[in-house]
Structure formats: C-alpha cells, structure tokens
C-alpha cells in the first residue's frame, strides 16, 4: 500500500459457527481492527482502510468437521480503490 498510495482496502473478518453469534461477530470485528491497527502502525493511513466483521454468516467450507471449520476463520482483504 506504501507503493500505492491511491489504493484502498476493505479488511473482511469472519469466523465458523462455533459458539454464541453475537460473541462471534464481536471476535471477526477485533480481528479486522487489529490488523488495521497493525498497518498503520506500519505506515499506512487508516483512512485508506474500512472493515467489517460477519461473525460465522459467510461460510467457505463446512462447519461439520474442525479441519473445514478452520478454513472459515479468516480474513480477507479486498480493494476497494485502486
């Protein structure tokens, strides 16, 4: 992002299902805000950076099994703005 300081970025973070919901969507929101918090503390304007937590509400891969469950706690980066 220091190469290209026109680019925006929206931080997603999801979770599996395990567990209450609301606890879930909370814990999907603090891992969005710390990686935000990481790269601008590295430099990057937060004003560059929006995120949004979806709990376990969008699933990649199954929730019936720990090994597929693990593929759905996640962060994803999308640009937003090039």
Same mark, same amino acid.
């Given at each position: 992002?220091?190469? *290209?300081?026109?680019?925006? #970025?929206? #931080?997603?973070?999801? &979770?599996?299902?395990?567990?209450?919901?609301?606890?879930?969507?909370?814990?999907?929101?603090?891992?969005?805000?710390?990686?935000?918090? *990481?790269?601008?503390?590295?430099? #990057?304007?937060?004003?560059?950076? +929006? &995120?949004?937590?979806?709990?376990?509400?969008?699933? #990649?891969?199954?929730?019936?099994?720990?090994? &597929? @469950?693990?593929?759905?706690? @996640?962060?994803?980066? &999308?640009? +937003?703005?090039?």
């Amino acid at each position: 992002m220091k190469e *290209y300081p026109s680019l925006e #970025i929206k #931080i997603s973070g999801h &979770t599996d299902n395990q567990g209450d919901p609301a606890l879930n969507l909370k814990l999907s929101q603090d891992r969005v805000n710390e990686v935000k918090k *990481y790269l601008s503390s590295h430099g #990057i304007n937060s004003g560059r950076i +929006t &995120t949004e937590g979806f709990g376990g509400s969008k699933p #990649i891969a199954s929730n019936d099994q720990e090994e &597929t @469950r693990a593929k759905n706690r @996640r962060v994803e980066f &999308t640009i +937003t703005k090039k």
